[in-house]
T-cell receptor, first 109, second 114 residues
Framework: EDKVVQSPLSLVVHEGDTVTLNCSYEVTNFRSLLWYKQEKKAPTFLFMLTSSGIEKKSGRLSSILDKKELFSILNITATQTGDSAIYLCAGYNTDKLIFGTGTRLQVFP | NAGVMQNPRHLVRRRGQEARLRCSPMKGHSHVYWYRQLPEEGLKFMVYLQKENIIDESGMPKERFSAEFPKEGPSILRIQQVVRGDSAAYFC????????????FGPGTRLTVT
């Protein structure tokens, strides 16, 4: 059965800290790994990773995929209170996204 | 360019009633996906539809749940005889073609069964 596991489940940090969110996956017909940010509404797209070892960056966020170890990480540097959200990781197989349960990040001033 | 639209945003039903959730995909998108998010859980795939076709319904409960995406009009997720365990957020996503990694999500419908 397809499975995506995220850790930690919850993270509480202070502004300015750096955080690393983890995602491991077992997805049949795996095509890519996607990261979303969810703030009490629709998930918003962050990254899509298809190739191993190539880091994708967007401002203070970056992510990388390891297809050998079936693993991805999402890094957020210099965290801000606006980064508080649930971060979802999803494996894409032929036709659907398989989501993990998410990591709830809380950033306090 | 309007995004994915879902209505209603909030729906309250008593046990035994029917719930109808609507999803209008982004303009130019003909592929729709429904996901359910139970409290404190991630999104779970339910069904994937193309216009007038169900492509993959492997995540749909066997009873009471059905989905359609007619040639004209929105996609509809229908839940008959709702139970408390159906209370969840139901998200719809759309994509322009099969095999597209990009799925754009709507704001969701929060269903509460009393």
């Amino acid at each position: 059965e397809d499975k995506v596991v995220q850790s930690p489940l919850s993270l509480v940090v202070h502004e300015g800290d750096t955080v690393t969110l983890n995602c491991s996956y077992e997805v049949t017909n795996f095509r890519s790994l996607l990261w979303y940010k969810q703030e009490k509404k629709a998930p918003t797209f962050l990254f899509m990773l298809t190739s191993s070892g190539i880091e994708k960056k967007s401002g203070r966020l970056s992510s990388i995929l390891d297809k050998k170890e079936l693993f991805s990480i999402l890094n957020i540097t210099a965290t801000q209170t606006g980064d508080s959200a649930i971060y979802l990781c999803a494996g894409y197989n032929t036709d659907k996204l398989i989501f993990g349960t998410g990591t709830r990040l809380q950033v306090f001033p | 360019n309007a995004g994915v639209m879902q209505n209603p945003r909030h729906l309250v039903r008593r046990r035994g009633q029917e719930a109808r959730l609507r999803c209008s995909p982004m303009k130019g998108h003909s592929h729709v996906y429904w996901y359910r998010q139970l409290p404190e859980e991630g999104l779970k795939f339910m069904v994937y539809l193309q216009k007038e076709n169900i492509i993959d319904e492997s995540g749909m409960p066997k009873e009471r749940f059905s989905a359609e995406f007619p040639k004209e009009g929105p996609s509809i997720l229908r839940i008959q005889q709702v139970v408390r365990g159906d209370s969840a957020a139901y998200f719809c996503a759309s994509s322009p073609r099969r095999g597209s990694y990009e799925q754009y999500f709507g704001p969701g419908t929060r269903l509460t069964v009393t």
